[in-house]
C-alpha cells in the first residue's frame, strides 16, 4: 500500500519556468490537498479538491492551477515560477465522511525557484 | 475563522524530562485536533487526535494530549524524552464541512540534549 506518492522529490526551476507537481495516492480517498511549507510559517493550503472534476482555491492559490481528471491523481501546477514559490510542497489526502483519520500526507516535493 | 497557536517555535528538552508542547485553538464550533510530527526531510506523520470522544487521547510514541475546552488548548505531553523525539511538531484544527480542510499552527522544532 503506497499512500501518497508525490513526484519528483526535489526540483530546481529558473524564473518564468512551468513544471507539475505530481500526486497520486491509491486508497480511494476522495478529499486531497495541496499544502505549501516554509519556515517558521507552518503549511498554508493552496488548493484542495472533494473529489473528480471538482476543485477550490485555499488560502494561497495565486500562481498556482490544479485538475482532478481521476481519484487517484491530483496534480499542482505552476505556469511562471517565481522565486516566492520556493518552497517544500506537500499532498495530502482523505476520506471524505472522516475527518476523525485526519489526513495522510505525502513526502514532499522540495522545490527551489533561481 | 478557525486559527491555530502554538507557543514556542523552539523547544529544548534533556532527554528524560517531561515534554511540553503547547497549543491553543479558536474555532466557532467544535473543532477537531491534532497533532503531527515531522522528521527531518519527511513528510507529516499523525501522532494523535482529538474527536469529541474521551478529552484524554494517547498517541503514538508515548505522547498525549488533553483537550481544554474551557482553555481553549491541547497541549502535547510525553513522561520523559527519547533522542529519537527529535522533530517538529504541528497542531492543526479542522472543521468538518467545506472539503474538511486542516488549518496549522506554525510548528514546534523540539530537540532533545543527552
Known amino acids: 500500500n503506497a499512500g501518497v506518492t508525490q513526484t519528483p522529490k526535489f526540483r530546481i526551476l529558473k524564473i518564468g519556468q512551468s513544471m507539475t507537481l505530481q500526486c497520486a495516492q491509491d486508497?480511494?480517498?476522495?478529499?486531497m490537498y495541496w499544502y505549501r511549507q516554509d519556515p517558521g510559517m507552518g503549511l498554508k493550503l493552496i488548493y484542495y479538491?472533494?473529489?473528480?472534476?471538482?476543485?477550490d482555491k485555499g488560502e494561497v492559490p495565486n500562481g498556482y492551477n490544479v485538475s482532478r481528471s481521476t481519484t487517484e491523481d491530483f496534480p499542482l501546477r505552476l505556469e511562471l515560477a517565481a522565486p516566492s514559490q520556493t518552497s517544500v510542497y506537500f499532498c495530502?489526502?482523505?476520506?471524505?465522511?472522516?475527518?476523525?483519520?485526519?489526513?495522510?500526507f505525502g513526502s514532499g516535493t522540495r522545490l527551489t525557484v533561481v | 475563522a478557525q486559527s491555530v497557536t502554538q507557543l514556542g517555535s523552539h523547544v529544548s528538552v534533556s532527554e528524560g524530562a517531561l515534554v511540553l508542547l503547547r497549543c491553543n485553538y479558536s474555532?466557532?464550533?467544535?473543532?477537531?485536533l491534532f497533532w503531527y510530527v515531522q522528521y527531518p526531510n519527511q513528510g507529516l506523520q499523525l501522532l494523535l487526535k482529538?474527536?469529541?470522544?474521551?478529552?484524554l487521547v494517547k498517541g503514538i510514541n508515548g505522547f498525549e494530549a488533553e483537550f481544554k475546552k474551557s482553555e481553549t488548548s491541547f497541549h502535547l505531553t510525553k513522561p520523559s524524552a527519547h533522542m529519537s523525539d527529535a522533530a517538529e511538531y504541528f497542531c492543526a484544527l479542522g472543521i468538518t464541512g467545506g472539503g474538511n480542510k486542516l488549518t496549522f499552527g506554525t510548528g514546534t522544532q523540539l530537540k532533545v540534549e543527552l
Open positions: 486508497m480511494n480517498h476522495n478529499y
Open positions: 495530502a489526502s482523505s476520506y471524505s465522511t472522516a475527518l476523525e483519520g485526519g489526513y495522510t
Open positions: 479538491s472533494v473529489g473528480a472534476g471538482i476543485t
Open positions: 474555532s466557532s464550533v467544535p473543532p477537531y
Open positions: 482529538y474527536t469529541s470522544a474521551a478529552t
